[in-house]
């Protein structure tokens, strides 16, 4: 039983711990920076602000990536949660540049999110057929959602 469980999820726990040692490699960026010999107010504030940001969305991002791997499929929703991280990466780099160098990461990182709670709503409604109409879709709403997840790669 135990071992069904985790070829279930072990994907989305692989992505989980990377991204809380991305917020760990954020908050000693900020520590960093508190810390420094000649403090830049400016530069404190931006990485701050950059890393209170991608807080703010980490819930979110939690959330939307285990219900879809849960009720779709884990491979894509994995696949999709590495593509935000990268993406959450950039877009914490590029505001400690410019702000104006973090956009793409963070209209590409909501798009990512889209993808990952249409990926919920699809699985929930199969589960909805399953259950009231014995209609099970599921394998070809994977196989659609493994090629669909490629395309979050294009710009």
Same mark, same amino acid.
């Given at each position: 039983?135990?071992? +069904?469980?985790?070829? !279930?999820?072990?994907?989305?726990?692989?992505?989980?711990? +990377?991204?809380?040692? #991305? /917020?760990?490699?954020?908050?000693?960026?900020?520590? $960093?920076?508190?810390?420094? &010999? !000649? *403090? !830049?107010?400016?530069?404190?504030?931006?990485?701050?602000?950059? /890393?209170? /940001?991608?807080?703010?969305?980490?819930?979110?991002?939690?959330?939307?990536?285990?219900?879809? =791997?849960?009720?779709?499929? #884990?491979? *894509?929703?994995?696949?999709?949660?590495?593509?935000?991280?990268? %993406?959450?990466?950039?877009?914490? +780099?590029?505001?400690? =540049? #410019?702000?104006? #160098?973090?956009?793409?990461?963070?209209?590409? =990182? $909501?798009? &990512?999110?889209?993808?990952?709670?249409?990926?919920? +709503? &699809?699985?929930?409604? !199969?589960?909805?057929? %399953?259950?009231?109409?014995?209609?099970?879709? $599921?394998?070809?709403?994977?196989?659609?959602?493994?090629?669909?997840?490629?395309?979050?790669?294009?710009?």
């Amino acid at each position: 039983m135990y071992s +069904i469980v985790v070829e !279930n999820i072990y994907m989305l726990v692989i992505v989980t711990l +990377i991204s809380v040692l #991305q /917020n760990a490699f954020f908050a000693l960026k900020v520590e $960093k920076e508190c810390r420094s &010999v !000649n *403090p !830049n107010p400016a530069a404190f504030e931006r990485v701050s602000c950059a /890393n209170r /940001n991608c807080m703010d969305s980490y819930p979110t991002f939690l959330a939307v990536m285990w219900c879809a =791997g849960l009720c779709l499929s #884990q491979a *894509p929703a994995s696949f999709a949660g590495v593509i935000y991280l990268v %993406v959450r990466q950039k877009y914490f +780099i590029g505001y400690m =540049g #410019q702000t104006s #160098q973090s956009t793409p990461g963070y209209q590409f =990182g $909501k798009r &990512v999110l889209f993808f990952l709670f249409l990926m919920c +709503i &699809v699985g929930i409604f !199969n589960y909805l057929l %399953v259950r009231f109409c014995s209609s099970d879709y $599921k394998e070809y709403v994977e196989t659609i959602t493994s090629a669909a997840s490629a395309l979050l790669l294009l710009p």
